[in-house]
């Protein structure tokens, strides 16, 4: 094994005559939840869900090291096969065999991907989710890994689209990804699972996820892969700190267990897997001595006295496990609550929170080369103000808001946000917000003058005797008409702290139903008709998620869980991030508000940047888009309200 920060040396014969060597010192430690090589996916990117952090070494564990690596979305990782180093003159044959080609034919080790090498160096494309720099140093979370825990790492360098990817590559005797085997799990190993998700931490909660995609790879040898007869072994893979216990048979991989595993376990000896067979030693060598409880001279541990535990008292100790569960449940919730009220407090000075860390807000660039729009609250003026507003009376003020305009009051001063310009606007030393939109959400906000008339308007909408009405333009197809009732909680996996998913087995998660629409699909583009059933904070594009088909430009609740959202709080509107999002704000639009006899019907128009990103995607018109904000509008506005909401 080769310790970190440790020395790998590397012999390399600069000319024929000489025998030259040079010293490498990794920079990082690879911490990935594979802790011995067998059922590491074979290729970088076959399980998405595998996430490693690389931590660095000092003197690289610096911000100025990491300065800019965030807005690339890949990178390579040069490291060390630091279990399968040999000298080069133990090599007893240049020849190996690949399991592609089922474990039988022989290639030269240069036409190979093996792990064991020349110079044990190996090379993996991986994902960058999040660049970490705290105060004790820096560290850099991947995903899509293939990489054993306590890998050195020698090298980081950023993959370049544009040079890396060839599109005429062929992969001689593999050219395609593998074909994967399905993979059930029994209603024990269900069981054991649900447990560890209630345990709390993102690893408990993707780690049926992760089984799924390390298990389909068929991790086993090719020699049992293609064994005649089918393979009766159980076999046995660490994760985490996880043993996960599977059989393999013609009709896919079967997980029967997954506990804990000792410590001393999870340390890689062998690249076997951990088989148990009746009758059979292992093929790596002995099978490992196992005291047997029957005759050992301690007492079980379900017995710490020495004596037969009776029925009662056996009950007693379960409900006292589920009581200290239990209380550290409530535990875990409270440094929740704690750590959420420390974000807030964060908040306010001027600081975000993102992946548990407090970031100043980006200031303006000064560099006209970077061309970035940097995360602020745009200052309006009264002038531009009066354009928003679409109908005004003593009582009431209908607004169409543009996106990025925040509705409530920011420390930037009172032209910064819709109900400080409001009250510049109409001298009043008061006014009320009835009901807000997300800040890259456009359309109708409405403003009372007085409190009763918002109190009237409120009792409404809290009552759900209002009707509001959404467009959407969404990244995915979704069915003609589909009802989503998935509650939402907290994300606690997203580093973008305000992000809410759909949490079905969360208790604190809230009841959500939202119905979607399909007005025009064109590829891979949806124009939806979304009528919100409940209100939750961020629901409709929570709900979009949940269904594959996140709203176009969404920075939260995208395809990356958040990532671009903190990258845009941090560094502000990047070019990487333009490449990736396509448009600079969520395509969503609110048409509709309409409150029946507390005050009426308000309606919006689309703005210009919704009416584009349709025209480019959907071939849509301004006239045609209008037809169909006009239609679904009048479909609201005929059906009965108490069949609206049932």
């Avoid at 890396?164 to 190993?189: C, H, K, M, N, W």
């Avoid at 007492?299 to 006292?320: T, V």
Wanted: proline share 8%; net charge neutral.
């Amino acid at each position: 094994m080769l310790p970190a920060p440790a020395t790998a040396a590397a012999a390399v014969d600069t000319e024929p005559s000489s025998a030259a060597a040079f010293t490498m010192h990794p920079i990082g430690t690879v911490r990935s939840p594979f802790k011995q090589k067998f059922g590491i996916p074979r290729q970088p990117h076959l399980a998405p869900t595998a996430q490693a952090t690389i931590e660095l070494h000092p003197p690289f564990n610096t911000p100025d090291a990491v300065k800019g690596l965030a807005e690339w979305s890949h990178v390579w990782v040069t490291f060390v096969f630091h279990k399968t180093m040999r000298a080069v003159d133990e090599w007893q044959s240049h020849l190996v065999r690949p399991p592609r080609l089922g474990g039988r034919t022989r290639v030269g080790v240069f036409a190979s991907r093996a792990t064991y090498r020349p110079n044990p160096i190996g090379l993996s494309a991986c994902k960058l989710d999040t660049v970490h720099v705290r105060p004790d140093g820096v560290s850099i979370v991947l995903s899509g890994i293939d990489l054993l825990d306590g890998t050195p790492v020698l090298d980081i360098k950023p993959y370049l689209p544009y040079a890396d990817r060839i599109e005429d590559a062929s992969g001689s005797y593999a050219p395609l990804p593998p074909t994967v085997v399905p993979v059930d799990f029994t209603d024990v190993a269900t069981r054991q699972l649900a447990d560890r998700a209630e345990m709390g931490g993102s690893h408990n909660r993707q780690l049926r996820q992760l089984i799924v995609e390390v298990l389909q790879q068929d991790p086993r040898p090719p020699a049992r892969s293609d064994a005649p007869g089918g393979d009766d072994r159980e076999y046995g893979v660490f994760l985490y700190d996880v043993n996960v216990s599977f059989t393999m048979s013609d009709a896919g991989a079967l997980v029967t267990n997954v506990v804990p595993a000792p410590p001393e376990e999870t340390s890689d000896v062998s690249n076997e897997a951990v088989v148990a067979r009746k009758g059979a030693p292992r093929r790596g060598g002995p099978r490992p001595q196992v005291q047997d409880r029957r005759t050992a001279d301690a007492p079980p541990k379900d017995d710490p006295e020495g004596r037969q535990l009776s029925k009662e008292e056996l009950i007693e100790r379960r409900l006292a496990k589920k009581r200290e569960k239990k209380l550290a449940r409530q535990a875990a919730r409270e440094r929740a609550g704690e750590r959420q009220r420390q974000n807030r407090e964060a908040s306010r000075k001027g600081d975000l929170r993102a992946s548990g860390q407090v970031v100043p807000k980006a200031t303006e660039s000064t560099s006209e080369e970077a061309k970035v729009r940097v995360f602020r609250y745009p200052v309006t003026t009264l002038e531009e103000f009066a354009k928003w507003i679409v109908s005004e009376d003593d009582s009431i003020m209908v607004f169409n808001k543009p996106a990025d305009v925040v509705c409530h009051p920011s420390k930037n001063g009172p032209l910064s946000s819709l109900v400080g310009a409001a009250r510049e606007y109409t001298k009043l030393e008061k006014v009320h917000l009835i009901a807000r939109l997300d800040r890259e959400t456009s359309g109708v906000v409405l403003v009372a003058k007085d409190p009763e008339c918002a109190a009237r308007h409120q009792r409404a909408i809290e009552g759900r005797n209002a009707l509001k009405l959404y467009f959407a333009l969404l990244v995915g197809n979704v069915a003609e008409a589909i009802t989503v009732d998935q509650p939402l909680g907290k994300d606690k996996e997203s580093p973008a702290w305000i992000k809410d998913v759909v949490a079905p087995n969360d208790p604190e998660a809230r009841p959500a139903v939202t119905r979607f629409r399909r007005c025009v699909s064109v590829g891979n583009y949806t124009l939806v008709a979304v009528t919100p059933i409940t209100g939750r904070k961020h629901q409709i594009r929570a709900h979009a998620e949940w269904l594959g088909a996140p709203i176009l430009g969404d920075k939260m609740y995208g395809r990356d869980r958040g990532i671009s959202y903190v990258r845009f709080v941090e560094s502000g509107w990047l070019p990487a991030l333009e490449a990736e999002l396509e448009v600079d704000r969520h395509m969503l639009h609110c048409a509709l508000i309409d409150v029946g006899d507390a005050g009426g019907r308000y309606t919006a128009p689309p703005p210009d940047d919704f009416v584009t990103a349709c025209e480019t995607r959907l071939s849509l018109g301004r006239d045609e888009l209008s037809r169909i904000f006009e239609t679904e509008l009048a479909l609201i506005q005929h059906q009965p309200s108490k069949d609206i909401r049932t």
